[in-house]
């Protein structure tokens, strides 16, 4: 997969997090010369499958904003799923 830009864009934090009382960071991902780059907190939660539920939530955000963009986000969210379970079944790395 194709990145669509070439330099460092950092994304902003959100007004929300800024202003809460309590936030921690979870993750930070990169696209690093056509390599995925991942640093992680792995100690938030005392389950890790409160992982599997923050990213099933962090996907219904991207479909979300795909669909901003005017792709529908059922067929997003298929695309998606195929996506994972095509990772899952023979890992790309």
């Known amino acids: 997969m194709r990145i669509t830009t070439t330099k460092l864009e950092e994304l902003p934090i959100a ?8 936030q921690a960071e979870m993750v930070r991902i990169w696209i690093a010369d056509g390599d995925q780059v991942v640093t ?4 938030l939660w005392n389950d890790p499958g409160a992982w599997g539920l923050m990213l099933v939530d962090i996907t219904r955000h ?9 792709l529908d986000q059922k067929a997003t969210l298929e695309r998606i799923r195929a996506a ?7 890992p790309t790395d």
């Open 62 to 70: 991207v479909a979300s904003a795909y669909e901003s963009q005017g």
């Open 84 to 90: 994972m379970n095509a990772e899952w079944s023979t």
């Open 15 to 22: 007004d929300a997090v800024l202003a809460a009382s309590e």
């Open 40 to 43: 992680l907190s792995p100690r």
